[in-house]
């Protein structure tokens, strides 16, 4: 059971939008803790998507972006791709200082 | 490009600890104020959060395996490690490296490739 809670999986045809919640409580998100969030090719570790909630990192098309609102935060992804199909994951951190994962929602492209 | 690199055996006896080390490259880990984190990903399952280490050695670790875990950092190998003892099946995964911000509660932007541990007699 993770700490933060994802839909196992989404879909999408592509040119599409889609949207993966991640939620969290008041001692994590809700504490005011940056939402970060991760794509994971089968067979590859995972890759920084969004940072800080809704920050992109160099070479990360603006399709991908990120917000967080009170214990949630969410990714969106616009104009749907074959390449976007991977694992997303959302972390954060709790009081303790120590990292918690959302459980990973599976984007299929359809 | 800074790198990083786990290293270490990929099956351990159960009741015995299981020791990696992330060897990084292309940066110096006592030169910067980076956190540096152990994460680990149970076959087809999701991913855990271990613990981290300052560049100064100060840690935080996942509660649920703090009794169990050490992270230390060899500022003069460039090395950082991790050290999980009494492992069961439960701890068989792949154990990834990665370099956090520079601030306790940052992303991982850098990770290494990862290493798969079986725990099994």
């Known amino acids: 059971q993770s700490v933060l809670t994802q839909p196992p999986s989404v879909s999408g045809a592509p040119g599409q939008r889609v949207t993966i919640s991640c939620t969290g409580s008041?001692?994590?998100?809700?504490?005011?803790?940056?939402v970060h969030w991760y794509q994971q090719l089968p067979g590859t570790a995972p890759k920084l998507l969004i940072y800080?909630?809704?920050n992109r990192p160099s070479g990360v098309p603006d399709r991908f972006s990120g917000s967080r609102s009170g214990t949630s935060a969410s990714l969106a992804i616009t104009g749907l791709q074959a390449e976007d199909e991977a694992d997303y994951y959302c972390?954060?951190?709790?009081?303790?200082?120590?990292?918690?994962f959302g459980g990973g929602t599976k984007l299929t492209v359809l | 490009q800074l790198q990083l690199q786990e290293s270490g055996p990929g099956l351990v006896k159960p009741s015995e600890t299981l020791s990696l080390t992330c060897t990084v490259s292309?940066?110096?880990?006592?030169?910067?104020?980076?956190?540096w984190a152990w994460i680990r990903q149970p076959p087809g399952k999701g991913l855990e959060w271990i613990g981290s280490?300052?560049?100064?050695?100060?840690?935080y670790y996942n509660p649920s395996l703090k009794s169990r875990v050490t992270i230390s950092v060899d500022t003069s190998k460039n090395q950082f490690s991790l050290k999980l003892s009494s492992v069961t099946a439960a701890d068989t995964a792949v154990y990834y490296c990665?370099?956090?911000?520079?601030?306790?509660?940052?992303?991982?932007?850098?990770w290494g490739q990862g290493t798969l541990v079986t725990v099994s007699s």
């Open positions: 990665a370099r956090l911000g520079r601030v306790v509660f940052a992303q991982a932007d850098y």
């Open positions: 292309g940066g110096s880990i006592s030169s910067s104020t980076y956190y």
């Open positions: 280490i300052y560049y100064s050695g100060s840690t």
């Open positions: 008041s001692s994590n998100i809700g504490a005011g803790y940056d």
């Open positions: 800080g909630n809704s």
């Open positions: 972390h954060s951190y709790d009081s303790s200082l120590s990292g918690v």
